[in-house]
């Protein structure tokens, strides 16, 4: 028998990302997981979630700007 190989290190859950997560409001965490992961059309989450096309849009950016601050980048889109 064959052991498994182990899991890459991009696949290993990210703690600080999980807690952000973990800490949004369930609308965020439902809009964020359309979006970014099922690839849902933000018009067609709206729809779906019956929200204002504006807050599908304000948890949008709320989750690229928690992308942002985990790869370092500053808020105001500088580099470090």
Not at 38 to 59: K, M, Y
Not at 66 to 80: F, I, K, V, W
């Amino acid at each position: 028998a064959r052991a498994a190989a182990p899991a890459p290190e991009a696949a290993a859950p990210d703690p600080a990302a999980e807690a952000f997560f973990a800490a949004l409001a369930p609308e965020g965490r439902l809009v964020i997981r359309y979006v970014f992961t099922d690839g849902v059309r933000p018009d067609r989450v709206a729809e779906i979630l019956d929200l204002s096309r504006a807050r599908v849009d304000h948890w949008i950016e709320v989750a690229r700007a928690q992308a942002r601050r985990a790869q370092g980048l500053e808020t105001t889109g500088e580099s470090p």
